[in-house]
């Protein structure tokens, strides 16, 4: 099975260590670096999702417009609508978009968050309705007839879509948590199941987790989700500029927290998901790990995008990736630093390395 490589649609030029001076939808940066993606021979780029951000169903039809080859990964909250709305509204996305979308489902790991929009479920529910939301959309998107529903948050009667989606029979669904609860869901329902890369042991132990979940739901050995992993990065010509660059790149994102308001620098010390967790403990451990593994505050490992960064030469991070292949990781989604020029310095050095090493392994493997 050939891999993949996600980005970031990040809508402006804000990030760790680059103020954004613009407004929080700056279309003219979002294309170039949509652009600079699909020229990176990315296979999809991520819609991220974020109470009072810009609304990613819109941007993801504005974007399927401009773009012929590069794919959707579109965060959905399963609060912010009706599962048979946006089972419609899916659909006609995926249409739009010729077949290229895919559906990250967030059941919501941070309640502060989950309640500016006026959802008050505790984490245990949001979990239960994240599954019976996903499964009401299977039916929705492959019944020819009309069903009801009555579930524990949802009751539908008489219900059919006239419109369905490009793919068949369905667009893919991604899934992504590192409890039990989330293993469970995603073990179910998940064509995807998207893990934060940490260490190479704490990622084998989830993989395992994911995958026995979706053996105890009843899936079998040819049909468990392939596993996605998001990654942090710092590129540079050798090993030793790369570390330098993150000591620079650590100071820099330093320097803009501390300058920022209070409420949007604050991290929580005890964070809610498991993810975040875990990373903080393999943190608490020590800075480097694996080949070329950093965990630092800076890769947010106490909040928000929660992923081991890699950090190296283009050969380095060639290597460490293809330690995560090697374990089960098929879907690669990265993100640099300074992302426009990191994602170009990515897809020029990185990408076609990778997918060749994994080209070759994949015919070995036939072989042997």
Not at 116 to 135: H, L, N, P
């Amino acid at each position: 099975m050939p891999i993949e490589f996600v980005g970031m649609a990040r809508p402006n030029s804000g990030d760790e260590t680059n103020h954004n001076a613009g407004d929080a939808f700056d279309k003219e940066h979002f294309l170039r670096l949509a652009r600079v993606h699909e020229d990176a021979g990315f296979d999809r780029v991520l819609f991220a999702y974020g109470s009072g951000g810009r609304d990613p169903v819109a941007s993801a039809a504005w974007f399927a417009a401009k773009f012929d080859r590069l794919g959707i990964l579109l965060a959905h909250r399963p609060n912010v609508s009706a599962p048979t709305y946006a089972a419609q509204q899916f659909a006609t996305l995926d249409q739009v978009s010729d077949g290229r979308l895919c559906i990250h489902f967030i059941t919501g790991g941070n309640d502060q968050d989950q309640i500016r929009e006026g959802d008050t479920f505790s984490k245990a529910d949001r979990y239960v309705r994240t599954q019976e939301y996903i499964q009401i959309l299977k039916r929705v998107w492959t019944s020819t007839e009309p069903f009801s529903h009555r579930g524990q948050f949802y009751q539908i009667d008489d219900f059919l879509a006239k419109v369905h989606s490009s793919r068949r029979p369905r667009p893919l669904i991604s899934f992504g948590g590192s409890s039990p609860e989330a293993y469970a869901v995603g073990g179910a329902e998940a064509d995807i199941y998207a893990l934060w890369a940490e260490h190479l042991a704490g990622t084998v132990e989830q993989i395992k987790a994911v995958h026995a979940a979706a053996r105890n739901a009843g899936r079998s050995s040819g049909d468990l989700p392939r596993i996605q992993a998001f990654f942090r990065f710092v590129i540079a010509d050798t090993d030793d500029l790369a570390w330098e660059r993150a000591e620079q790149l650590i100071a820099r994102a330093d320097t803009l927290r501390s300058a920022a308001p209070a409420d949007s620098r604050a991290r929580p010390s005890s964070p809610e998901n498991e993810g975040s967790k875990r990373l903080q403990r393999i943190g608490d451990r020590g800075t480097r790990h694996d080949r070329a593994g950093l965990v630092h505050n800076t890769t947010e490992a106490s909040g928000g995008g929660n992923a081991i960064a890699l950090v190296g030469s283009p050969e380095t991070i060639t290597a460490a990736l293809l330690d995560y292949y090697d374990i089960g990781v098929r879907i690669f989604h990265v993100r640099g630093f300074d992302t426009l020029n990191d994602s170009i310095a990515f897809g020029q050095h990185v990408v076609p390395r990778l997918r060749a090493e994994a080209e070759r392994k994949e015919t070995l493997a036939v072989a042997s």
